[in-house]
């Protein structure tokens, strides 16, 4: 099956600070690998998608880029603000049932 | 607010009990996924279903069961607690199988003592 490896599991930057976060996946199939925003105990909420046949995708300070061949994807955030403190989730699906392999997740903190 | 409504939003339990979890999906959504996320395991697919019936299985125990209703609405059910079992239970809906984006629900805190 699938399997999502998400690094840094911690990030910790000051505020207007770039962060970026990279994930890998195993299987070549997953065409789908969308990005979850979770505050402490409420639901992991999409914030960007990015499918297969697209390199790279971008709204506002948040933008995602696919490397096909490596198998890798990362999420970058500019510009950071307190209120981008949260974990993010990274996760990669396939057509079929689009059953999503999620990262461990990476605890991002923006100091003011 | 997703649309995704789940109850109850906090339940406290002991190890050995049965306990049912809602869900309503967004409208209009006949897929619904749940998902168990504990902080040693992660965010983790337990199983979906569609439109009634179950279309796929993951990580979930055979102390767990699921359902979907006529009107759509989903339960999961989990029986002979154990402290393992405490954690975060998530659903969430999509349009249908073919629709990648998932939106989730507010999620049931499950505590098992």
């Known amino acids: 099956g699938e399997n999502v490896e998400q690094h840094p599991s911690t990030l910790s930057v000051q505020e207007g600070d770039s962060a970026v976060i990279k994930c890998t996946y195993s299987?070549?199939?997953?065409?789908?690998f969308p990005w979850y925003k979770q505050e402490l105990g409420k639901r992991p909420q999409l914030i960007i998608d990015i499918r297969s046949n697209v390199g790279e995708k971008k709204d506002q300070r948040i933008a995602v880029t696919l490397n096909k061949t490596a198998k890798h994807f990362s999420l970058h955030i500019t510009e950071t603000q307190p209120e981008d403190s949260a974990v993010y989730f990274c996760?990669?699906?396939?057509?079929?049932?689009?059953?999503?392999?999620f990262g461990r997740g990476t605890s991002l903190i923006v100091h003011p | 607010d997703s649309g995704v409504t789940q109850t109850p939003k906090h339940l406290i339990t002991a190890t050995g009990q049965r306990v049912t979890l809602r869900c309503s999906p967004r409208s209009g959504d006949l897929s619904v996924y749940w998902y168990q996320q504990s902080l040693d395991q992660g965010l983790q697919f337990l199983i979906q279903y569609y439109n009634g019936e179950e279309r796929a299985k993951g990580n979930i125990l055979e102390r767990f069961s699921a359902q979907q209703f006529p009107d759509l609405h989903s339960e999961l059910n989990l029986s002979s607690l154990e402290l393992g079992d405490s954690a975060l239970y998530f659903c969430?809906?999509?349009?249908?199988?073919?629709?990648?984006?998932?939106?989730f629900g507010p999620g049931t805190r499950l505590l098992v003592l």
């Open positions: 969430a809906s999509s349009v249908d199988t073919r629709q990648e984006t998932q939106y």
């Open positions: 996760a990669a699906s396939k057509g079929g049932s689009y059953i999503p392999t």
């Open positions: 299987d070549s199939a997953s065409n789908y």
